[in-house]
């Protein structure tokens, strides 16, 4: 059974930081390209960052280039998104999922929420 | 890089059909056939039903059938059931090797 789990989520002052986690499990991790979209309630969702199942290749959008990174640890099956200099722009419902070859995410974990605010 | 526009609402009778289109432009949806469809139920994750244009994945029913002509794809729902009201969002590669969405189709049965 495939499982993805998103934790580290909760309220950060503008400015700050925060570091999500996703955690999978049920498909070849370590090969697999992952990947972080966010949703604001009530408006579309946001690609945010993907990463090559070996690390090698890292892309953002970018309205996150330069504060957020995306890295992963194979060794632990785990997935993670650096995020710095938190704006209130970046308030959304966090998704991790495992992302084909065609692109599309075929494996969503259930969202974690990021709030900023001061 | 915009989101892929999408008409913000969409109705069908039950056992009706209804079309879905997503206009992007030839750097995003018509310069590659990695266009995907997502359904979403309110407080849910999305759900992928179509992946690069045509294809269902595992589990995805049969009345689900997607396709595109030029900077334009299409999700078409046949036989259309009370359990398809959702939202539904396309997404596109694009040029710039990022994904965009789309603004999302409500779709409502009637």
């Known amino acids: 059974e495939v499982q993805v789990v998103e934790s580290g989520g909760g309220l950060v002052q503008p400015g700050g930081s925060l570091r999500l986690s996703c955690e999978a499990s049920?498909?070849?991790?370590?090969?697999?390209?992952m990947t972080w979209v966010r949703q604001v309630p009530g408006t579309w969702p946001e690609w945010v960052a993907n990463i090559k199942g070996d690390g090698s290749i890292k892309n953002h959008v970018d309205s996150v280039k330069g504060r957020f990174s995306v890295s992963r640890d194979n060794a632990k099956n785990s997935l993670y998104l650096h995020m710095n200099n938190l704006r209130v722009e970046d308030t959304a419902v966090y998704y991790c999922?495992?992302?084909?070859?065609?692109?599309?995410?075929?494996?969503w974990g259930q969202g974690v929420l990021v709030t900023v605010s001061s | 890089q915009s989101a892929l526009t999408q008409p913000a609402s969409v109705s069908g009778s039950p056992g009706h059909s209804i079309t879905l289109f997503c206009a992007g432009t030839s750097s995003d949806v018509g310069g590659y056939n990695f266009v995907s469809w997502y359904q979403q139920h309110p407080g849910k994750a999305p759900k992928l039903m179509i992946y690069e244009v045509t294809y269902r994945p595992s589990g995805v029913p049969a009345r689900f059938s997607g396709s595109k002509s030029g900077n334009t794809a299409s999700l078409t729902i046949s036989g259309l059931q009370a359990e398809d009201e959702a939202d539904y969002y396309c997404s596109s590669y694009t040029r710039s090797n990022s994904h965009v969405f789309g603004t999302g189709t409500q779709v409502t049965v009637l």
């Open positions: 049920g498909f070849p991790f370590s090969t697999s390209w």
């Open positions: 999922g495992r992302q084909n070859e065609g692109g599309s995410i075929d494996y």
